[in-house]
């Protein structure tokens, strides 16, 4: 028996090294122009993500308060069972929908826990405008702590900022 290898039309088949040069170098070249084209549409992709969960949450807990006649707060929270403390104004970490059915701003046993976020990836930083550390909207949907603006800094990009006015509707705008 002969181990030998039969060349297709008399050629070996296979690249040269300067093929696998050229090839190495083009797709290089390719994925310097792709990648930074990616990551920020990642990251828009995130905040777009992060601003549509917010908004939806504030739509909640409008809706909440008016549903039950009953006052409900959306608060920034570090560990999805408290909120974060006023000096906070970091909302990145998660927040919480809650009737505050003992009216003291702050979740606790007797509260009715309406929804919870747990924190977000991908985004810079969530600040609140101002002291906000907390949506508080009345019976009626009003908002008792006045009106507000959260920004979205995602790690690539525009800043989205989410503005909620005193009659609790919401509005975006982006900053470019």
Known sequence: MENTVKAINGAHRGYTLTELVVVTAL???LLQIAIPKFVELLSTWQRDL???ALTNHLALARSEAIHWSRRVVMCSSPDARNCAPPSSREWASGWLVFQDLDDDGQFGPEDKLVAVSQGTTGIRS???SGNVQRFIFNPTGMMSSGMATLEIMP????????IVNR???VRLSLDE
């Open 27 to 29: 797709l290089a070249v």
């Open 50 to 52: 992060v601003t549509r």
């Open 126 to 128: 969530i600040r609140g």
């Open 155 to 162: 790690r690539v990009g525009p800043t989205q900022k989410i």
């Open 167 to 169: 009659i609790g509707r």
